[in-house]
Nanobody
Framework: QVQLVESGGGLVQPGGSLRLSCAASGFTFSVYAMSWYRQAPGKERELVADISSGGGSTNYADSVKGRFTISRDNVKKTVYLQMNSLNAEDTGVYYC?????????WGKGTLVTVSS
């Protein structure tokens, strides 16, 4: 079955950087678009970035444009989120997501806390 396992979260100071990874298994990774979502405390889950199956097309939420970069390695079956210039508003649980065969597939998330 589809498995998405996020890693790389943690505590970082404002202005710092983190790189999240999402390791995928159980499906043909290279033919599906992938996304990163996040959920801040007390807020709804929101789309952060997505990337096409081949990696040639990306989209970002306005709040992270110019600071975050989504990428993927179809050989390693992994999608990444490089996060720079982090601020307190970036705090939350970050989830990996893909939609396959009309079904939503989510990882369990990794917590990112931006605080001094």
């Amino acid at each position: 079955q589809v498995q998405l396992v996020e890693s790389g979260g943690g505590l970082v100071q404002p202005g710092g950087s983190l790189r999240l990874s999402c390791a995928a298994s159980g499906f043909t990774f290279s033919v599906y678009a992938m996304s990163w979502y996040r959920q801040a405390p007390g807020k709804e889950r929101e789309l952060v970035a997505d990337i096409s199956s081949g990696g040639g097309s990306t989209n970002y939420a306005d709040s992270v444009k110019g600071r975050f970069t989504i990428s993927r390695d179809n050989v390693k079956k992994t999608v990444y989120l490089q996060m720079n210039s982090l601020n307190a508003e970036d705090t939350g649980v970050y989830y990996c997501y893909t939609r396959r065969r009309a079904m939503d597939n989510w990882g369990k998330g990794t917590l990112v806390t931006v605080s001094s």
